[in-house]
């Protein structure tokens, strides 16, 4: 699989990506940030990345409809402290990496993961 890792989450995310096999860059290394989420969301799409992201207005299956990306993971920690949110994060990678991303919006909060 292939990531994109939202300017929101902890770049450390991509080393964890890479050293499990994937392809991985930061929306900053690409130099989008700052992008709105439209542009960011047509270029995860025509990347055919998943998008690991805590931006809930891309969790808005109506205005990025989960069909058709690749994959969104919307994060949700229940505190966003860097040491946290990277702590949250490693916390499920394993489960996700595991599972079939394409075509679903995947949220994941400290009660577990649904998948819409």
Do not use: C
């Not at 055919?48 to 891309?58: A, V, Y």
């Amino acid at each position: 699989m292939t990531f994109k890792v939202d300017e929101n989450l902890p770049a450390e995310i991509v080393t964890d990506l890479r050293s499990a096999g994937h392809g991985a860059d930061t929306v900053t290394d690409e130099g989008l940030s700052g992008t709105s989420d439209a542009d960011l969301m047509a270029r995860v799409q025509a990347e055919g990345r998943t998008l690991l992201t805590m931006d809930k207005g891309i969790g808005d299956i109506r205005a990025y409809r989960p069909g058709r990306y690749a994959g969104i993971v919307l994060f949700r920690p229940p505190s966003t402290g860097r040491g946290a949110t990277l702590a949250f994060v490693r916390q499920y990678l394993p489960a996700l990496l595991a599972a079939d991303l394409r075509g679903h919006l995947w949220v994941v909060t400290d009660a577990g993961i649904r998948v819409r």
